[in-house]
């Protein structure tokens, strides 16, 4: 069974503009949630997709949304990028939302110049 | 609130030696623990997951310990190996309403050196 598959793994942007990334998750998994990791700050949960339904969302500006479709692939958008959004953004996926156990895809790297 | 902690933030140790790194929270309900490994650019991989039975769970040279009691978790690695070198995270899980509430710690950033 493949993994949690995202691309593109790596993203030069600049300042002001906005970006797409896209996850498949694993097949059969349903619900997607989307990471923010800087150095020194570890995962900083963005938001999580069941069923094409947004169910959680973490602390972050309205800039970071996303959206999931009916195959379960999910796309997170930034909007007018600022230098602090350059991290590696990592998708997991779980079956349903009571699994515990989350896999992670590799991440995409994204440079904001 | 929930939370957990890890610690230290990041650990050099050389190539054969042994490392503990520490987890504590105040996650509540407590579902269960679990650790991950996370290679440089890579996504995390998990290594253990503990349930609140549970006090001792083992995956190779990888020991995890848990203490329901006390709130404290502690990730063991006998004789490290250059490839053991990454970050280490903690998550805790809540059993909330609609499923499973995750509950990330910051990670320790181990090296070991040869």
């Known amino acids: 069974k493949a993994g949690v598959t995202q691309t593109p793994r790596y993203l030069i942007k600049t300042r002001g503009q906005q970006v797409t990334l896209s996850c498949s998750p694993i097949?059969?998994?349903?619900?997607v949630s989307w990471y923010q990791q800087t150095p020194g700050q570890g995962l900083q949960f963005l938001f999580e997709y069941f069923s094409e339904t947004q169910r959680n969302k973490g602390n972050f500006p309205g800039r970071f949304s996303g959206r999931q479709f009916s195959n379960s692939r999910s796309e997170m958008n930034v909007s007018t990028l600022e230098l602090g959004d350059s991290a590696l953004y990592l998708c997991a996926s779980r079956m349903t939302q009571r699994e515990n156990e989350q896999f992670f895809g590799p991440g995409t790297r994204l440079t904001v110049l | 609130k929930n939370q957990v902690e890890q610690s230290p933030q990041s650990l050099i140790i050389l190539e054969g030696k042994n490392c503990t790194l520490q987890c504590n929270y105040t996650v509540s309900p407590f579902s269960n623990l679990r650790w991950y490994k996370q290679d440089t650019g890579r996504g995390p991989v998990s290594l253990t997951i503990?349930?609140?039975?549970?006090n001792t769970k083992s995956n190779g040279r990888y020991t995890a310990t848990l203490d329901a009691d006390t709130k404290q978790s502690s990730l063991h690695i006998t004789a490290s190996q250059l490839s053991d070198s990454a970050s280490y995270i903690c998550v805790v899980s809540a059993m909330v309403g609609y499923g499973n509430k995750l509950v990330f710690g910051a990670g320790t950033i181990l090296r070991v050196k040869s």
């Open positions: 097949s059969g998994h349903r619900s």
């Open positions: 503990m349930t609140f039975s549970e």
